[in-house]
């Protein structure tokens, strides 16, 4: 039996992460910013998407038909 690695919320959270990132280096490279502090741009926008993304998406069972939204 495989299993694997992660789940599919944590592959969405962390691809949307990732994606964030990248849109964030890309626009900043755009504005005319150098490099490194681009690469550092991503990576902040990715440290602050995951738990945005985290909070974003529900997790299983979190959707109990009796539970206020």
């Known amino acids: 039996m495989r299993h694997s690695l992660l ?8 691809t949307l ?3 964030t990132g990248i849109g964030a280096g890309v626009l900043s ?3 005319g910013a ?4 681009c690469a550092l741009y ?6 602050l998407a995951v738990p945005f993304f985290d ?3 529900a997790a299983p069972g979190d959707d109990e038909p009796g539970s206020p939204s």
């Open 7 to 14: 789940s599919m919320r944590s592959a969405l959270v962390l």
């Open 17 to 19: 992460a990732v994606l």
């Open 29 to 31: 490279r755009l504005a």
């Open 34 to 37: 150098p490099a490194a502090l």
């Open 42 to 47: 991503a990576v902040g926008a990715f440290g």
């Open 55 to 57: 909070g974003l998406v």
